[in-house]
């Protein structure tokens, strides 16, 4: 099953867009990217995926490398309340999401 | 919108109890899952279901057994609750088999065990 490497942690400021890079060298040709994001105390919420081509919806854009071996999740203008941890995610072979640690996102005034 | 509900968002229990944790979803899904999340171990999966009566085992199935008696409900049972069961335990739910595999989560159960 491939896996994903992202930073620990990451700031960014109110308004302005976070860039959060995910790298997953060993993903397969069928296999898509997802990106979820966990607020203190709740369940995971899915924000978005992709296989090849960038994506886009009302909560964020996901652009993959032309390799595929990595991705990159923009919040175009983030607020304080998309604080959260961000999980990049490849399908596991048994139909299940493999987490991470994902990356810490820290939103600041 | 779908909604993934879980029977209890905090829950304490003794060393020894038999715990059942229910998960609910209203969307019709085949697939459910359980898992659990702690520090700094990120989301671990304990048992899935693609279909009614089926299971299979995750990654850290021991000391956990499931129960898919109906579509919508997904059943964890912790037969004998030990302190290293303290966790958070979320509950989640796909569609069939497709290209996407998107995952709705419950909002979680916080268990502790004393």
């Known amino acids: 099953d491939a896996k994903t490497t992202q930073p620990t942690s990451m700031d960014c400021a109110e308004g302005r867009a976070a860039n959060l890079p995910c790298n997953h060298s060993?993903?397969?040709?069928?296999?898509?990217v997802y990106w979820y994001r966990q607020i203190h105390s709740q369940g995971p919420q899915y924000i978005i995926h992709g296989l090849k081509n960038n994506e886009t919806n009302e909560m964020a854009s996901l652009i993959i490398t032309e390799d595929r071996k990595s991705s990159t999740l923009i919040l175009p203008h983030a607020t304080l309340r998309d604080t959260a941890v961000y999980y990049c995610i490849v399908r596991g072979s048994q139909g299940n999401l493999i987490f991470g640690k994902g990356t810490k996102l820290s939103v600041k005034p | 919108d779908v909604k993934v509900t879980q029977s209890s968002r905090y829950l304490v229990k003794r060393t020894g109890e038999k715990v059942f944790l229910e998960c609910v979803q209203d969307m019709d899904h085949e697939n459910m899952f359980w898992y659990r999340q702690d520090p700094g171990l990120g989301l671990r999966l304990i048992y899935f279901s693609y279909d009614v009566k089926m299971k299979e085992k995750g990654d850290i199935p021991e000391g956990y057994s499931v129960s898919r008696e109906k579509k919508e409900r997904f059943s964890l049972i912790l037969e004998s609750a030990s302190t290293n069961q303290t966790s958070m335990y979320l509950c989640?739910?796909?569609?069939?088999?497709?290209?996407?595999?998107?995952?709705?989560f419950g909002p979680g159960t916080r268990l502790t065990v004393t």
């Open positions: 060993t993903i397969s040709g069928n296999e898509y």
């Open positions: 989640a739910s796909r569609a069939g088999d497709s290209g996407s595999y998107e995952q709705y």
